[in-house]
Structures are given as C-alpha cells and as structure tokens.
C-alpha cells in the first residue's frame, strides 16, 4: 500500500524539491506516492504543465552548483508524479481523489495563494465548483472527505509564509465557522486533521518546458513535529523538528540578510546595473566585508542565543550557494523592497540579538539599520522566507 499525495500547486519550486524527494524515495523503496498534481489558478499558460505531468516517462530534474566546493551536475528523471489536473475543469476528479485517495497533502499556491475571495465569504465556498481560492477549495475538500467518513489527513503547506500551517488551517476554520457548519466538523478539522508548519529552502532557478526545472545542490525541508503527523517520505534534505524558529532564524539572519547586505552595497555604491551575487563577490574587497560582517557580528548574534555551531555550518553553505556557478541572481531583483527587507532581516536580528542578553556590538549593521528606520515595533518573530 502506498500513501497518495495530492498536491496544490504546479510550481517548478515542487518539482525538484518535494516531489523529486519523493521519486527519491520510491526508488530507494520506500511506499509513497504517487503524487497528484492540481493546477489551483486555472491560468492557460499553464494548461500545458498540467497534461505533461501525466505524461509517462517523467520529467528532468538537474542539480547543478557547488557542493562541498566541488562543481557538480546531475540529472534525475522524476517519476513520482502520475497525473495533472485542473482545479477549474477537473473540479469533480479532484474531490474523489482527495476524499477516496488522499494520505498527505502538500501546497505551493505563490505569494497570495492564501488571500481569500469575495465569492468564498458566508458560506458561498461550500456549493462552488470550484471554490474561489485555495483556502476555500481545501475547506470545501476537506468537508467532503468529513461528510464520507472523515478518514486522517495530514496538510504539509509549502508556502513562504512565516507559520504557513497554523495561518492556512485559522483560514479554513474561519470559514467553517462562518458558514455555520457543525460543530462535529470543526473538531475533527482540529484533531483529525494535522496541519503544520514547514520551511522550505533551495533556490531553483529556471525550468524545463513543459515540465522540469534547473535547481542548486542544497535543500532543506523542515517539517514541525505535530502528533498524528505522518511524513510523506524520509529522505536527508527532510528534518522534523520540536521547533521551526532556529531554522527560520538561519535563513533569515545569514541567506537573507547576507543578501540585503550586498544589495545595499550595490545600490550604495553604483555598481553596474546586471550585476549578480556570483558578480559581486568576485570582488576581494567585498567578499572580505561579507566575511567579516558573518564572522564578527552575526555568527556572534547567534552565539548569544546558544545557535553558534550551526550558524558557523549554515553561513559555510550560504556562502556556497552565493557562488553557485550557474546561478545568475541578480543584485536588481533582491533590491525590490529593500527597506522592509532591511527591517525584516536586520532590525530584527538586532531585537532577537538584544532579547537574547549579552550580545556583539554589531556596528556595521546598526548603520545599515539606521539608514532605513523602522516604522514598526522590531519583530521577534521570523516573517520573511523570501530565497532573495
């Protein structure tokens, strides 16, 4: 017996992250999949994505960059996938597959997949064919599958969004309430339903037509330890943890940050227009103030809050990924809302910092903080997951 997933979302990101930790996984043995893949926008540029994923044969994956400092490529055909489906056409497909079928669940909806739609208010959501938006679909889905039994599911949202678990099931069970359905339902929405929060980090930087993308070497997928949870595979770039917030924490004060800083540098000091990560750090003048800002104010940032070994780790392979041969991250694009960015990743390393006690004096990221003042109380919590 294998355990079916659906998924929400047809994102090159899933592709060579989620689903080829699942190819991965059944070709090692492991009783998973096959996974169905559910086009939520019902955008027609992307009809084409969905009838390939059913193609059979699979599609590419190639991992190329640096791993352990050696250039590497590789290339995978992914075979986890089985079908392609449309929200807007297969609406009937879809609900039998996740009431009959369904094990896990996984989602990747972009930016605003969790925005909520007119149409979905007061109850409209629950006749819709389909629903509005996803957090409608899902509560319509999961109503179905209440209303035949109510059999355990577990949801493994993928969205960049800080708690994406608790933010999509508050959603549903709002509009569960909102619609006045019955309390039975609610509860089980509670205890028969595992919904919990997760971080997903690798870039993935172009497709493959129709289907497939080109991704670096590192991935991470941290998955928050809830009871009942059940994994869709075990594989090495999938943790499950107690907490999220040391993972976030990493991402956001080393990656992240590491980013805002040389998009400031860039903007500062009018370097040229194209300019990539890879780009930059070829300057030795540069790559030294990186250097020096992770090893004198930020690894010692975490060391006050006991992090101090694996942010020593995670700026090793920040670093990598920054010199990623084959990845041409533009300098422009991280640059996009560079002040709440600042806000997001600096102030708020220096209030965790400070929160912590004792802590390093930190002086080339308070100037940094300093040119862009927060309008806002500093954030304790990690809210940007942005790979820019």
């Known amino acids: 017996m294998t355990r079916r997933v659906v998924q929400f979302g047809t994102s090159r990101f899933l592709q060579a992250h989620a689903d080829l930790f699942i190819h991965e996984a059944r070709e090692a043995g492991q009783a998973v999949g096959p996974v169905a893949v559910v086009q939520t926008s019902g955008s027609p540029s992307r009809a ?3 009838a390939a994923f059913g193609a059979p044969g699979g599609y590419p994956v190639v991992i190329r960059g640096l791993e352990n400092g050696r250039a590497i490529e590789r290339r995978v055909t992914v075979t986890s996938i089985d079908r392609g489906l449309s929200a807007t056409t297969d609406w009937d497909a879809v609900t039998a597959l996740f009431v009959d079928e369904a094990e896990i669940v996984l ?7 969790y925005a909520l739609a007119a149409a979905d208010r007061g109850g409209g959501w629950i006749a819709a064919a389909p629903p509005a938006s996803f957090p409608a679909k899902l509560a319509q889905l999961l109503y179905r599958r209440w209303q035949a039994g109510g059999r355990p599911l577990t949801v493994l949202p993928c969205e960049l969004i800080h708690r994406n678990g608790r933010v999509l099931q508050g959603l549903v069970l709002d509009l569960a309430r909102e619609a006045g359905l019955p309390d039975a339902f609610l509860a089980w ?4 339903v595992v919904v919990t929060d997760t971080l997903v980090d690798r870039i993935v930087s172009e ?3 129709p289907v497939g ?6 991935a991470l997928w941290a998955i928050e330890r809830r009871p009942g949870l059940v994994l869709p595979c075990t594989h090495p770039c999938i943790t499950l943890t107690d907490d999220l917030e040391p993972y976030e924490r990493l991402k956001l004060h080393i990656l992240n940050l590491g980013h805002t800083v040389l998009a400031e540098i860039w903007q500062r000091e009018g370097r040229p227009a194209g300019e990539t990560v890879r780009e930059i750090l070829a300057d030795p003048a540069i790559r030294a103030r990186l250097d020096a800002l992770y090893r004198d104010e930020v690894v010692p940032g975490f060391s006050a809050r006991g992090m101090a070994e694996e942010a020593r780790s995670y700026v090793a392979a920040t670093l990598e990924r920054f010199l990623n041969p084959t990845l041409d991250h533009r300098l422009a694009d991280i640059a996009q809302n560079h002040a709440q960015k600042v806000e997001r990743r600096v102030h708020a390393f220096l209030a965790w910092v400070e929160e912590g006690g004792a802590g390093p004096a930190c002086p080339s990221l308070r100037a940094l903080a300093a040119a862009y003042p927060s309008a806002s109380p500093p954030l304790h919590s990690p809210k940007d997951q942005d790979s820019r």
């Open 107 to 113: 989602s990747n909806t972009g930016d605003t997949g």
């Open 48 to 50: 084409g994505r969905v």
């Open 213 to 218: 993308a080109v991704a670096e070497p590192y």
């Open 207 to 209: 497709p493959i037509e």
């Open 189 to 192: 929405l509670r205890e028969g």
